[in-house]
């Protein structure tokens, strides 16, 4: 049977092939590089990788050329052909974007629901007309709610309808100075002479 590359083995610690560790109980990298690639990333043995792959540096390969190690112990699937790599991604990021021209805002979804029919639990509830809209419902809800003495709905009410309070803002204002005068006919000679 043949092994399936992009699968890792789960091995036990009796499987675990030996490999050479410095004084610090580190792997001893020069001990197992095969290689190194020209972005000096480290070539390692297939079985060495597949078990030890979260104590490798990052960058680190295996032989076979599937796997790179990551960081904090994650791995990255290796494509063999460079182009194909692009074609995927550039495939992923069509997708991305199709996905993304799809999404509507809250706003549409919102519209959409409102300009629906009420469902005919909500109209005999509320005894409203057949073929009331969701939003007239939602409003006829909101007005009960504030004959009843609901604060919230007697202010979306009141909002609704255009009378929400406004916060009135007061500022003093100071008359120009003669010096202030002054300054503003420098400033405008000043800009005159620097545009003829």
């Not at 991604?89 to 629906?116: C, F, M, N, P, V």
């Not at 909101?142 to 003495?149: E, T, V």
Request: glycine share 8%.
């Amino acid at each position: 049977m043949e092994e399936n590359k992009t699968t890792k083995p789960n091995n036990v610690a009796a499987d675990l092939p030996e490999v050479p560790r410095d004084e610090n109980g580190q792997i001893d990298l020069d001990a197992i590089t095969l290689s190194i690639d020209e972005k000096n990333n480290r070539i390692v043995p297939d079985d060495i990788f597949d078990n030890y792959y979260k104590e490798l540096p990052q960058g680190t390969k295996n032989s076979s050329g599937t796997w790179r190690a990551s960081c904090n112990g994650k791995l990255k699937i290796l494509g063999g052909d460079p182009e194909g790599d692009k074609e995927i991604h550039r495939a992923g990021g069509e997708a991305i974007q199709a996905t993304a021209r799809q999404r509507r805002t809250s706003r549409q979804i919102l519209e959409e629901l409102a300009s629906k029919k009420a469902n005919r639990e909500t109209i005999e509830r509320l005894g409203l007309a057949e073929g009331t809209s969701n939003l007239e419902a939602l409003n006829y809800a909101q007005y009960i709610k504030a004959q009843q003495g609901d604060t919230k709905a007697a202010e979306y009410i009141r909002d609704t309808m255009g009378e929400k309070p406004t916060t009135e803002i007061s500022a003093e204002v100071t008359a120009v100075t003669p010096e202030d005068q002054e300054l503003m006919k420098r400033v405008a000679a000043r800009l005159d002479s620097g545009n003829s």
